[in-house]
């Protein structure tokens, strides 16, 4: 995995620079545009939410970050630890060993391995990744179940806990290799207003610890939890709100 020149000067670069970034998808009539030069930065330590209707690419624009889809044309970049990645200049092998070190990813389905118990879930990534011992994988495991107030269910298979459990256990995973970026594709489209909450409260904690956290929802009324926010329509970014880099969030209530 060959990154770009490193980054110099007194500035820190953003850790995600989008360049006119754009998505088009075969259909019968002809290419359909998800994404029409897409061009942001998000700095280290944001919590960035991705804000738009339903279609309007903000799950396409995830995938343009994390490399799952490849880019019709322009660049993303990434920039963890100093060092810059372009990321749809790598081969698959790499962009795969690329992301189980530097991204975490939180699915909308999460796709658990069901024979596994839930600690397994958790270890399998850290034991994929080869940088701990077997005994330093499950230690790590249990403390990121404990991040996520799930360490007593750590032995049963994941089909025996809650679907906001669950949706707790797949952040854990996503949070294996201590991941400089987290991206979350509708986290809590699909819970109750308790959960969501927990969920929400999990993830300010994660930016304060100084995580990069890029969230995609359709909910308008989360803004003000976020530092800033992208504003996708038709896949064009309409507008970019809130402070840049910045550490604003509103508290939520426990």
């Given at each position: 995995?060959?990154?770009t020149?490193p ?14 970034v754009?998505?088009e998808?075969?259909?019968?009539t ?6 029409r030069g897409?061009s942001a930065?998000?700095a280290?330590?944001e919590?960035?939410g991705v ?7 903000k ?5 343009m970050v ?8 322009g660049?993303?970049?990434l ?11 790598m081969?698959?092998p790499?962009?795969a ?12 389905a ?18 994929l990744c080869g940088?701990?011992?077997?005994r330093?994988s499950?230690?790590?495991?249990m403390d990121?179940l ?9 032995a049963?298979?994941p089909?025996?806990?809650s679907?906001g459990q669950?949706q ?6 996503a949070?294996?290799?201590?991941p ?6 509708e986290?809590t489209?699909?819970?109750?207003s ?5 969920i929400?409260?999990?993830?300010t904690?994660?930016?304060a ?6 969230m ?19 896949g ?17 209530q426990a």
């Open positions: 995995m060959s990154p020149v980054e110099t000067g007194g500035t820190r670069p953003p850790l995600i620079h989008l360049r006119q754009v998505k998808y075969p259909t019968p002809g290419p359909f545009p998800a994404l897409v930065s998000i280290h330590g919590f960035v804000i738009g209707k339903s279609g309007a690419g799950s396409t624009l995830l995938n994390t490399g799952i889809d490849q880019a019709t044309s660049e993303v970049v920039t963890p630890n100093g060092r810059s990645y372009s990321i749809h200049a081969s698959e790499e962009l060993l690329f992301r189980g070190r530097h991204i975490g990813v939180v699915h909308q999460f796709h658990f391995l069901p024979m596994l118990s839930v600690l397994e879930n958790v270890v399998l990534p850290i034991d940088e701990y011992n077997r330093q499950r230690e790590r495991a990121l404990r991040l996520v107030e799930l360490e007593d269910h750590a049963k298979r089909t025996q806990i679907g669950q707790r256990v797949a952040i854990a995973r949070l294996a290799n201590d400089e970026l987290l991206v979350a594709d986290p489209g699909s819970l109750d308790v959960t969501a909450e927990r929400l409260e999990a993830f904690r994660l930016v610890q100084g995580k990069t956290i890029l995609v929802t359709h909910d308008s009324s989360l803004a003000p939890l976020f530092t800033r926010q992208l504003h996708l329509a038709d064009l970014l309409a507008s970019s709100t809130g402070e840049h880099g910045g550490n604003g969030h509103r508290r939520l």
